[in-house]
């Protein structure tokens, strides 16, 4: 089933998901987020009764799991009649993408809504020009929550990155790098549609691109084959090993009961489903390695060697190269970058693409500045190593950085921000 097989691009919406995540200094799990809610992910909305309760274990059980499923031709409709109302033609007048909320009537005939049971959204900026019949959809990043207390908490932020609800969203928002309306900014894309969902649902679709992994080859059959559908994982490009403290993977001890919670096993792709397990309860079907053997279509990775989120939360070496002192952090640091450089290519398929730098960081596109003019493999940006791939320029799309410890750091992990 692949998808490459296509005409032109002047046709052919082309498809970014992207996923991003945020991670305050304070707070590992506070900010973050993001995802579609009405993307065909399973779906789980707790209606949270605010409560001054002190008794954080009552509160929580007194959320009560209200949905759990949400197809996708709700969002499908709507940016298609979007695509009726006209856009300025000049770029200069273009709006910021405008806050578009499903009806309450929507989300209840797909399932779909937020934690706190508000009715899902996006922001919109209709594309122009050449741009009319390009769609960049975006999936920001961010954390999930893997207990209910935790999601109530999720409920109570009403902005930022990863609100619990859309109660109290901002009417506007500005596209940053590949979404940027910005010609100078975002040259390859700035005149197509931009969708940039928000991130109500809190569930699990962590470190960076795992939601667009889950949901890809998913979203690929709702399209025509002719569609030109490509997939762009940002930050995910990782194994989930053990814990070098307490030899447990992360599935024991965290995802799975969270994975239950929000009932989001049959979100998986199919494919893995019919493979490994059919309950969903298997770590390959959510980690982003596992996730990378069952994409369809074509694919670009971009992440570090050492995932700032990996290390902390699965590898659990709050190190690096540099600093790590314990025999069994050096090890496990080692068996990361072997599984980076070593098995992660051969995951890819023949037309996917990838750009890995040897940093411990977490975040690649968010912004500008850092997409367009930041971290480097050998001279190349990930904005530039990701426009020739997607648009066939060029020979190699694999940019693999130096991975050895004594290339750590890349000298441009500076420019990089979390
Ligand atoms: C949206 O597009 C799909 C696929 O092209 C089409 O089947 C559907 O009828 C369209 N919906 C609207 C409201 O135009
Ligand atoms: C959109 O603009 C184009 C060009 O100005 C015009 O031909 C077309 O009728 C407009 N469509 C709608 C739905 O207003
Ligand atoms: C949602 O659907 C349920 C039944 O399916 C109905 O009782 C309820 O009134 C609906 N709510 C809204 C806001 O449409
Ligand atoms: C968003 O726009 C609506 C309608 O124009 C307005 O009622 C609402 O107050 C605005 N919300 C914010 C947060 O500005
Ligand atoms: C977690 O994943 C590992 C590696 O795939 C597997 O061996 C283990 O059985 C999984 N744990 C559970 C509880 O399924
Ligand atoms: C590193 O990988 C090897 C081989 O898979 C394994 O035996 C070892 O336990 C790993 N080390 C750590 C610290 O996880």
């Not at 791939?389 to 190699?396: A, E, K, P, V």
């Amino acid at each position: 089933m692949q998808s490459d097989s296509v005409e032109t691009l002047e046709d052919v919406p082309a498809i970014i998901y992207i996923m991003k995540r945020l991670k305050t200094k304070r707070k590992l799990l506070k900010i973050l987020v993001a995802t579609m809610c009405f993307l065909g992910a399973a779906q789980v909305a707790f209606r949270c009764q605010k409560t001054s309760n002190q008794d954080e274990e009552k509160s929580a059980s007194r959320l009560e799991v209200v949905q759990k499923w949400s197809p996708f031709h709700v969002i499908r409709n709507q940016l298609n009649s979007s695509l009726v109302a006209n856009s300025s033609a000049d770029r200069d007048e273009r709006p910021q993408m405008q806050l578009r909320l499903l009806s309450t009537h929507a989300a209840n005939q797909t399932g779909a809504f937020c934690l706190d049971g508000s009715a899902p959204g996006y922001y919109f900026q209709p594309g122009v020009a050449a741009g009319l019949r390009k769609w960049v959809i975006y999936l920001p990043g961010g954390e999930a929550c893997f207990t209910l207390e935790a999601c109530r908490k999720r409920t109570l932020q009403t902005k930022g990155l990863g609100p619990g609800t859309t109660r109290k969203l901002a009417n506007t928002t500005k596209g940053h790098a590949l979404r940027s309306a910005d010609k100078t900014i975002n040259p390859e894309f700035w005149d197509w549609n931009m969708v940039e969902a928000v991130y109500c649902d809190g569930f699990f679709f962590s470190a960076g691109a795992v939601a667009v992994l889950r949901h890809a080859s998913w979203f690929r059959e709702q399209l025509p084959l002719t569609v030109n559908f490509r997939v762009f994982a940002a930050s995910a490009a990782f194994p989930m090993l053990r814990s070098v403290r307490t030899g447990r993977f992360f599935n024991e001890t965290t995802l799975f009961p969270a994975v239950i919670m929000h009932h989001a096993a049959r979100s998986v792709p199919k494919a893995c489903l019919q493979e490994a397990d059919p309950s969903g309860l298997t770590l390959k079907c959510h980690e982003p390695f596992g996730l990378l053997q069952y994409q369809s279509a074509p694919l670009f990775v971009a992440g570090y060697v050492y995932d700032a989120w990996m290390l902390d939360n699965s590898l659990e070496a709050r190190c690096t190269p540099k600093t790590c002192r314990g025999a069994s952090e050096r090890e496990g640091l080692k068996n990361l970058s072997r599984e980076i450089s070593e098995t992660l290519p051969g995951l890819l398929k023949p037309q996917d693409g990838m750009f890995i730098v040897n940093c411990k960081k977490h975040f690649i596109i968010t912004e500008h500045n850092t997409w367009t003019a930041g971290v480097t493999v050998q001279g190349v940006t990930a904005a530039k190593a990701f426009t020739d791939w997607f648009y066939g320029r060029g020979n190699s799309h694999r940019h693999m950085d130096c991975v050895t410890f004594q290339c750590y750091p890349n000298p441009t992990c500076t420019k990089a921000r979390l």
